[in-house]
């Protein structure tokens, strides 16, 4: 296990490192950087730029330096929790970024528990009972989760919630706690607009969710030892719970895989039309922008995050399953 | 036995033969004419493979009836010009944000055919809505068919006046009709959804192409080289997979020149919703490859000498064409969901291309949404073509499974 565990940490770091290299390209791929935009902004409006300040910058942050330094120099900056600076807002990414990346965490956390604690047992009666009227409705249910994007059903939601309520359900807290140093009164109320968010994101993932261990959970209930145990006389919930559910378990925790980033891709979305104060509309902001160590550190968090949830969802799911080879070799 | 039995010596004189109890025919027996089968039998189980996928296709009601919504919405595609009352940009300054308007058949219970009323205009203070009333006391406005309504140019080129339905005349000219509502602008939602329609479509025709193409040949190299290359494709692809999709579009969108025209920038949004997209179809055509190379018929190929692109393309090709068709089919909507996404966040296709995500910025705001929901409509097309090509690309999997 120990092996596993470290093998599998190796892998994460090239991974990671690969990754980083490609958002910098990506980021950097804009010709001229926020400067020069900035320094002709202030020109067109015949203000003094103060290039003592600009070349401070521009060296601060290695702008005339070659590419691969300026890289290294960001890179080696993320090691040490130096997110960058970041040009428009002028001040340190960290500053900027705020609460918005534990608010990210924690929406995403609640997200996946969501997925797992609604789809479970909607998969297992859907399974059960192939083909009866439950099964049909959540099938379709399932269909429209997968079919209407997160901020469709967002858009129709805060219309519906002014429509009947008169209230805007947007936002994840109330608003006299926005800014506010972190208190009992400030969680309470998070957890009391969490859950709109959360349905919200959660929705489209479920649907797969459900779909997948639908179709494994099917897949195990049609193997012969499931007849065996039948024919043996064990009895229905018993057979079910003791052997096809514990295989069809695994794609719970696999496939943190696939769903983590749909949930990210969900929120960063539905956090726009909902004006939620996650990563969302910052990093928006900061692509139009061209804000490129404020954007570049929210990509690199994002596929952190991904990239860690992974990790942990590989080492659980060897906990589980006993048939996952742990020591190397190759799998085809 | 016969020998035990009888005590005969064999020298003896041989026993009279006996005539035989039963009837036999001396003529040569033909074992194939027990096994005769009707033509309509033969025809079925003759039939090639992409037959036989169209035969069990055709069981699953709700993926031919998603193939067929799909094929009409492309046909309208082609003469969207034709289709739509207006044109694209055509501006109606007296009638901004009209709510979608009835059609009625009956004015004071007489039967005149389909016809709309004259709209009486005001504006709520109080709300600052603009509200739009019908004035059933005024004549009835009859819809016009096949008739010449605003000039186009079809497909930028032929120019043409024709429309299948037109707005109705009266004594000033041509009385409005919104069917589904106008914008901001006095421009009728119906006509822009389905102008929206032909680049919304054709994004994911093309993306899936741009992935297809990639994912070929990616998946292809590393299904059939293996070794390094397998591992370094490997490695790219699950990179790629831990991104989440969204956030790197926005990233790439972001990239593409302001200076773009619009068009380019079209393109630039397919190959980018390409790009990202491909290791789906690799791995699918990785895993294909790896596993047919074992098969006994591949084997058989090569002891024959066949050449290993003459393997890859006449033997292991159309035995996950078909798989892989249904992979792209269910890849389509991820892709078209993609572009409505970026649009919506306004770092995709601009205007004056119009897609439904360009038409559903327009609804980004609460406030518009309240005020005039007919802004929204557009969502219905969207569902619309997600659930169907999800139904089809379902169906097509299960049909060209060959073990079921």
Known sequence: MLRYLIRRLFVMIPTLIAISFLIFVIIQAPPGSFLDTYMAELQSQGENVDQGRIEFLRHEYGLDQPFYMQYLKWGIGLLHGDLGYSFEHNMPVRDVVGDSLWLTVMVTLATTLFVWVISFPIAIYSAVRQYSIGDYVFTFLGYIGLAAPSFLIALILLYFGHLWFGISIGGLMDARYIGQPWSWAKASSILSHIWIPVLVIGLPGTAGMIRRLRANLLDELHKQYVTTARAKGLSGWRLLLKYPLRVSLNPFIADIGSLLPELISGSVIVSVVMSLPLTGPILLQALRSQDMYLAGSFLMFMAFLTVVGVFISDILLAIVDPRIRLGGGTTK | ?404
Request: glycine letters at 8%; charged letters at 15%.
């Open chain 2, 1 to 404: 036995m016969n020998q035990r039995v009888d005590p005969n010596p064999p020298e003896s004189s041989p026993p009279e033969p006996t005539p035989p109890v039963h009837y036999v025919s001396t003529a040569p027996f033909d074992p194939l004419s027990v096994e005769v089968v009707s033509a309509a039998q033969e025809k079925f189980d003759m039939a090639s493979q992409w037959r036989m996928i169209w035969l069990r296709l055709r069981r699953h009601r709700l993926a031919v009836l998603a193939g067929i919504v799909l094929l009409l919405m492309y046909a309208a595609i082609l003469m969207v010009e034709f289709l739509a009352p207006y044109g694209l940009n055509s501006r109606h300054v007296d009638h901004i944000y009209v709510p979608p308007q009835r059609v009625h058949l009956f004015h004071e219970g007489r039967f005149v055919g389909p016809f709309v009323y004259d709209l009486n205009y005001r504006l709520d203070m109080r709300k600052m809505k603009r509200v739009y009333t019908e004035k059933t006391d005024s004549p009835p406005r009859p819809i016009r068919f096949f008739c010449h309504g605003d000039p186009y140019r079809f497909w930028g080129f032929v120019a043409g006046d024709m429309h299948l339905v037109c707005p109705p005349k009266d004594a000033a000219g041509e009385a409005p009709m919104f069917l589904f509502g106008s914008d901001r602008l006095g421009r009728d939602m119906l006509s822009r959804i389905l102008y929206g329609m032909r680049i919304s479509l054709t994004i994911g025709l093309i993306g899936i192409s741009v992935s297809f193409v990639l994912g070929m040949l990616f998946g292809g190299l590393a299904g059939y080289y293996g070794g390094w290359v397998d591992d370094l494709v490997q490695r790219v692809i699950e990179m790629l997979r831990s991104i989440p999709h969204l956030p790197l579009w926005l990233a790439l969108a972001a990239i593409l020149p302001v200076t773009w025209s619009p068009l380019l920038v079209y393109f630039g949004i397919t190959v980018i919703l390409g790009l990202i997209d491909w290791t789906g179809l690799a791995r699918a055509v990785r895993s294909r490859l790896l596993s047919l190379r074992e098969e006994d018929f591949a084997i058989a190929a090569k002891l024959m000498g066949a050449s290993p692109q003459r393997i890859i393309f006449r033997h292991l090709m159309p035995s996950f064409m078909s798989h892989l068709i249904a992979s792209a089919t269910l890849a389509i909507p991820g892709m078209i969901l993609g572009e409505t996404a970026l649009s919506f966040l306004g770092l995709g296709i601009r205007a004056p291309i119009t897609s439904w995500g360009v038409l559903l910025n327009e609804a980004q705001s609460v406030n518009v949404v309240v005020l005039y929901p007919w802004l929204m409509l557009p969502m219905v097309p969207v569902i619309i073509v997600v659930l169907a090509f999800n139904f089809l690309g379902d169906g097509l999997r299960d049909a060209a499974d060959p073990y079921r």
